[in-house]
């Protein structure tokens, strides 16, 4: 598998949708963020002019932008790094919504998780803002949960990520009480001894950077590191397609809870999607703000 960089008037949502979304095969996408506000906008000194205290927690700590800002660009070297540093933008900064309109870039659509029923509640959906120094990098390598399909948009910075093909689940090792995480510790020098399968695997790993939005598909293992200051902005995904394995996620992830939850999480989520698989046949608009 070759993950290609395509412009992106240069291939239609007709081509996307049978050459990537159906074989699941990741995609990078140069200039799709063009039409957002945000395209060779936000940068480290937009956000500490305009949301400077903006306030975040990062593995407990409570961090301003100012200071997030000043550590990953290496002003204030008193104190590590943190990673990732988050801000779920319709709640913590609701001033930007606009700046990531039209949020499905085209491409990513119909999304049901832009849908009424989908964003109450939590169904492993955000829009956020992802901001990082050199060197830091995803805990762990994962599949995102839910089943859903993530986008990265890079809108600052590159940043270096590593994709496995589908159906190579084995090789990752899969934690055995969270079968989205891999058991890996250290994914760039992996123990053979200890995690023999892992020869089969066949890593990919490419650099996506300023303006490129990456697509990611469902069940496809990935992490990612900064390779500099970056600054992103990652949705996810739900239509028709994932919804079966959506569906089950719900039960799954419920049923850890109890029975009752289990049954009314799922039952909610079967009539949502019913009704937004109604909405796509009539050509429904929705609302792109995301939960």
């Given amino acids: ?25 990741p995609l990078v996408f140069k200039n799709a963020t063009k039409v957002w506000g945000a395209y060779n906008t936000w940068t480290p000194d937009f956000f500490r002019s305009r949301f400077g205290d903006r306030r975040t927690v990062v593995d407990g700590k409570e961090y301003t932008m ?8 290496g002003k204030d070297t008193s104190r590590p790094v943190p990673y990732p540093c988050k801000y779920h933008i319709p709640t913590q900064l609701p001033e930007l919504v606009d700046m990531v309109k039209p949020v499905n870039l085209g491409f990513a659509q119909p999304n049901w998780l ?13 829009l956020e803002l992802f901001i990082g120094g050199p060197g830091g990098k995803f805990p762990y390598v994962h599949i995102d949960y839910y089943h859903l399909s993530a986008w990265v948009n890079q809108l600052y910075g590159h940043k270096q990520f ?16 969270d079968r989205w995480k891999s058991s890996i510790p250290d994914i760039e020098n992996v123990d053979l001894n200890k995690y ?3 020869r089969n695997a066949t890593p990919i790993t490419f650099v ?7 697509y990611i598909p469902v069940g496809i293992w990935h992490t990612a590191k900064n390779l500099e200051p970056t600054i992103s902005v990652a949705f996810d995904l739900l239509n028709a397609e ?10 799954g992830f419920k049923r850890r809870e109890s029975l009752g939850k289990a049954i009314a999480a799922t039952g909610y989520a079967a009539v949502g999607g ?18």
């Fill in 242 to 251: 994932n919804f079966p394995a959506f569906l089950k996620d719900v039960w």
């Fill in 66 to 73: 100012r200071e997030i800002f000043d550590l990953v660009e």
């Fill in 114 to 126: 832009e849908s009424s029923w989908f964003k109450r509640g939590y169904w492993g959906s955000a």
């Fill in 274 to 291: 019913a009704l937004c698989r109604m909405g796509d046949a009539f050509g429904v608009k929705r609302d792109p703000m995301h939960n």
């Fill in 1 to 25: 598998m070759e993950v290609k960089k395509v412009d992106a008037s240069e291939i239609t949502p007709e081509q996307f949708y049978e050459e990537h979304w159906k074989p699941g095969i």
């Fill in 162 to 177: 590593t994709v496995w093909p589908r159906g190579q689940d084995e090789c990752m090792y899969p934690e055995p009480g």
């Fill in 196 to 198: 023999p399968k892992y």
């Fill in 208 to 214: 996506v950077g300023p303006g490129e939005t990456l």
